[in-house]
């Protein structure tokens, strides 16, 4: 497996609360991904990131803010939760020597009540 | 013109069987082609990938199938198991380190 852990893995939380989402890779590549998956929409991406401190937004943007200010670190900062947040979040990296190859971690499951 | 889009949405098939997924596009831009497997629970893992300049690539019991004319890639599990049991999505990148990705397509191997 890529080096790349997730955490939280799990967390329950309730409307209106800030929650940050942690995405960290030992594998030095330039490119990180945050989805999220929920059933019937697939992997939706959520904000990326090309280099430290360079993001830029995916298609469903919305309610979700980034930062990567270390090559390792990736973070998902949902600024007040809402129940539509509820999914499961999965960070991914790409680097140039994999190509356009992702690598994804286990998931953090969300649960906003 | 970014889309991919994925089918079926679901499959059963049995032990023994071929599983076959399509995938379709539009932009003639994309250059890599690759399709992902997911375990309940898990992140989705890269299992195969091909690009244009082939039309099909093997690997072991799986097999990318591309047809660059019609703009059209399948997946193909030969000789099914129930291991093979999962979600399956294909993808397609134009080098941009950005990939669209199909809906998804659960299969289920009947034992």
């Known amino acids: 497996d890529a080096g790349i852990t997730q955490s939280p893995r799990h967390k329950v939380t309730e409307t209106g609360t800030p929650v940050t989402l942690r995405c960290h890779q030992t594998?030095?590549?330039?490119?990180m991904y945050w989805y999220r998956q929920d059933p019937g929409h697939g992997l939706r991406l959520i904000h990326y990131?090309?280099?430290?401190?360079?993001?830029d937004k995916g298609e469903v943007s919305d309610g979700y803010s980034v930062s990567r200010s270390k090559t390792e670190d990736f973070l998902l900062t949902l600024e007040s939760a809402t129940s539509s947040q509820t999914s499961v979040y999965f960070c991914a990296i790409a680097g140039t020597s994999g190509g356009d190859t992702q690598y994804f971690g286990p998931g953090t499951r969300l649960t906003v009540l | 013109q970014q889309q991919v889009k994925q089918s079926p949405q679901s499959l059963i098939v049995q032990k023994g069987g071929i599983s076959i997924i399509n995938c379709a596009y539009e932009n003639t831009a994309f250059d890599y082609f690759p399709w992902y497997q997911q375990f309940p629970g898990k992140g989705p893992a890269l299992l195969i990938a091909i690009r244009p300049d082939v039309s099909e690539k093997k690997e072991g019991r799986f097999t990318i199938s591309f047809n660059k004319s019609a703009k059209q890639f399948s997946l193909h599990i030969m000789d099914s198991q129930p291991g093979d049991s999962a979600t399956y999505f294909c993808a397609a990148s134009r080098g941009n380190y950005q990939l669209i990705w199909g809906a998804g397509t659960k299969l289920i191997i009947k034992p």
């Open positions: 990131s090309y280099g430290v401190k360079d993001t």
């Open positions: 594998e030095n590549h330039r490119y």
